[in-house]
Protein backbone atom coordinates (compact mmCIF):
# COMPACT_ATOMS: atom_id res chain seq x y z
CA UNK A 1 0.00 0.00 0.00
CA UNK A 2 1.50 3.36 -0.75
CA UNK A 3 -1.64 5.90 0.15
CA UNK A 4 -3.89 5.35 3.06
CA UNK A 5 -7.23 7.69 3.49
CA UNK A 6 -8.29 8.21 6.80
CA UNK A 7 -12.25 9.71 7.23
CA UNK A 8 -13.21 10.33 10.50
CA UNK A 9 -17.05 10.10 10.78
CA UNK A 10 -19.19 13.70 10.02
CA UNK A 11 -21.10 15.64 12.80
CA UNK A 12 -23.55 13.42 14.18
CA UNK A 13 -26.97 13.41 16.41
CA UNK A 14 -26.53 13.63 20.05
CA UNK A 15 -28.13 11.00 20.94
CA UNK A 16 -29.64 8.26 18.76
CA UNK A 17 -33.60 7.34 19.30
CA UNK A 18 -32.47 3.95 21.57
CA UNK A 19 -29.96 5.85 23.12
CA UNK A 20 -26.94 3.67 22.13
CA UNK A 21 -23.75 5.66 20.86
CA UNK A 22 -23.61 2.79 17.72
CA UNK A 23 -26.46 3.93 16.05
CA UNK A 24 -26.50 7.75 16.47
CA UNK A 25 -27.54 9.14 13.05
CA UNK A 26 -25.74 12.00 10.85
CA UNK A 27 -27.28 15.74 11.28
CA UNK A 28 -28.31 17.54 8.47
CA UNK A 29 -24.67 19.22 8.92
CA UNK A 30 -23.04 15.90 8.69
CA UNK A 31 -24.91 15.26 5.75
CA UNK A 32 -23.63 18.07 4.12
CA UNK A 33 -19.90 17.39 5.56
CA UNK A 34 -20.15 14.31 4.04
CA UNK A 35 -20.60 14.84 0.69
CA UNK A 36 -18.19 17.79 0.83
CA UNK A 37 -15.90 15.21 1.89
CA UNK A 38 -16.57 12.79 -0.92
CA UNK A 39 -16.13 15.92 -3.45
CA UNK A 40 -13.05 16.71 -2.22
CA UNK A 41 -11.64 13.54 -2.35
CA UNK A 42 -13.20 13.27 -6.36
CA UNK A 43 -11.09 16.23 -7.06
CA UNK A 44 -8.17 14.79 -6.17
CA UNK A 45 -8.19 11.76 -7.65
CA UNK A 46 -8.66 9.64 -4.89
CA UNK A 47 -9.66 6.07 -5.84
CA UNK A 48 -9.39 3.54 -2.55
CA UNK A 49 -9.21 -0.29 -4.02
CA UNK A 50 -10.03 -1.08 -0.73
CA UNK A 51 -12.92 0.74 2.27
CA UNK A 52 -12.69 -0.54 5.51
CA UNK A 53 -15.52 1.22 7.99
CA UNK A 54 -16.98 1.43 11.21
CA UNK A 55 -20.54 -0.51 11.40
CA UNK A 56 -21.35 2.47 13.75
CA UNK A 57 -24.33 4.38 11.95
CA UNK A 58 -22.56 7.63 11.63
CA UNK A 59 -19.76 6.29 9.77
CA UNK A 60 -21.96 4.16 7.14
CA UNK A 61 -23.74 7.37 6.61
CA UNK A 62 -20.58 9.07 6.04
CA UNK A 63 -19.22 6.04 4.10
CA UNK A 64 -22.06 6.10 1.93
CA UNK A 65 -22.39 9.90 0.53
CA UNK A 66 -18.32 9.66 -0.03
CA UNK A 67 -18.56 6.85 -2.09
CA UNK A 68 -22.01 7.77 -3.85
CA UNK A 69 -19.41 10.76 -4.84
CA UNK A 70 -15.77 8.08 -5.58
CA UNK A 71 -17.96 5.61 -7.83
CA UNK A 72 -18.79 2.05 -7.15
CA UNK A 73 -17.22 1.17 -4.40
CA UNK A 74 -18.23 -1.37 -1.55
CA UNK A 75 -17.00 -0.69 1.86
CA UNK A 76 -16.44 -3.86 4.40
CA UNK A 77 -17.64 -2.78 8.01
CA UNK A 78 -15.15 -4.09 10.44
CA UNK A 79 -17.15 -4.03 14.03
CA UNK A 80 -13.02 -3.72 15.41
CA UNK A 81 -13.19 -0.24 14.20
CA UNK A 82 -15.33 0.84 16.51
CA UNK A 83 -13.05 1.35 19.73
CA UNK A 84 -9.88 0.71 18.53
CA UNK A 85 -6.13 1.62 19.37
CA UNK A 86 -4.25 3.18 16.54
CA UNK A 87 -2.67 -0.30 16.80
CA UNK A 88 -5.30 -2.07 16.48
CA UNK A 89 -5.96 -0.07 13.43
CA UNK A 90 -2.89 -0.37 11.57
CA UNK A 91 -3.09 -4.45 11.61
CA UNK A 92 -6.16 -3.75 9.74
CA UNK A 93 -5.08 -1.75 7.11
CA UNK A 94 -1.78 -4.19 7.00
CA UNK A 95 -4.37 -6.98 6.76
CA UNK A 96 -5.32 -5.89 3.56
CA UNK A 97 -4.50 -6.77 -0.09
CA UNK A 98 -2.34 -4.85 -1.68
CA UNK A 99 -3.31 -1.82 -3.05
CA UNK A 100 -2.30 1.39 -3.99
CA UNK A 101 -4.62 3.11 -1.66
CA UNK A 102 -7.10 2.00 0.67
CA UNK A 103 -9.47 3.94 2.83
CA UNK A 104 -10.37 3.67 6.42
CA UNK A 105 -13.60 5.64 7.87
CA UNK A 106 -13.42 5.72 11.81
CA UNK A 107 -13.59 7.38 15.05
CA UNK A 108 -11.41 10.00 17.19
CA UNK A 109 -9.22 9.18 19.23
CA UNK A 110 -8.10 6.34 17.12
CA UNK A 111 -8.15 8.20 13.75
CA UNK A 112 -6.35 10.91 14.71
CA UNK A 113 -3.64 8.80 17.03
CA UNK A 114 -2.40 6.86 14.05
CA UNK A 115 -2.33 9.73 12.33
CA UNK A 116 0.41 10.70 14.60
CA UNK A 117 1.49 7.12 14.69
CA UNK A 118 2.09 6.96 10.77
CA UNK A 119 3.53 10.24 10.43
CA UNK A 120 6.04 10.97 13.60
CA UNK A 121 6.14 7.37 14.72
CA UNK A 122 4.10 8.07 18.19
CA UNK A 123 0.54 8.23 18.89
CA UNK A 124 0.83 10.93 21.69
CA UNK A 125 1.27 13.35 18.72
CA UNK A 126 -2.03 13.75 17.64
CA UNK A 127 -3.13 17.26 16.74
CA UNK A 128 -7.02 16.16 15.64
CA UNK A 129 -9.36 15.54 13.39
CA UNK A 130 -12.59 16.93 13.54
CA UNK A 131 -15.59 15.62 12.49
CA UNK A 132 -15.47 14.86 8.56
CA UNK A 133 -11.49 15.38 8.49
CA UNK A 134 -9.53 13.38 6.16
CA UNK A 135 -6.26 12.50 6.62
CA UNK A 136 -4.54 11.34 3.55
CA UNK A 137 -0.93 10.16 4.08
CA UNK A 138 1.96 8.52 1.77
CA UNK A 139 4.16 5.66 2.63
CA UNK A 140 7.61 5.71 2.57
CA UNK A 141 7.95 1.84 2.01
CA UNK A 142 6.04 -0.22 4.39
CA UNK A 143 2.38 0.49 6.87
CA UNK A 144 4.62 1.36 10.05
CA UNK A 145 4.94 3.86 12.41
CA UNK A 146 6.37 7.13 11.23
CA UNK A 147 6.85 5.56 7.53
CA UNK A 148 3.91 8.23 6.36
CA UNK A 149 4.19 11.60 5.22
CA UNK A 150 0.79 13.44 5.49
CA UNK A 151 0.33 14.18 1.70
CA UNK A 152 -3.45 17.03 2.12
CA UNK A 153 -5.23 17.63 5.40
CA UNK A 154 -9.35 18.50 4.91
CA UNK A 155 -11.85 19.52 7.20
CA UNK A 156 -14.75 21.15 6.86
Known amino acids: MREVILVRHAEAMQAAADGSDRERPLSVRGESEATAAGRWLLARGAHPAHVLCSPARRAQMTVERVLATLGPLRPHYEPAIYDATPGELLVLLDALPDAA ?19 SGRSVDYRGMPPAAIAWIRLDGALEPGAGRLHAFWSP
Open 101 to 119: QAMLVGHNPGLERLVALLV
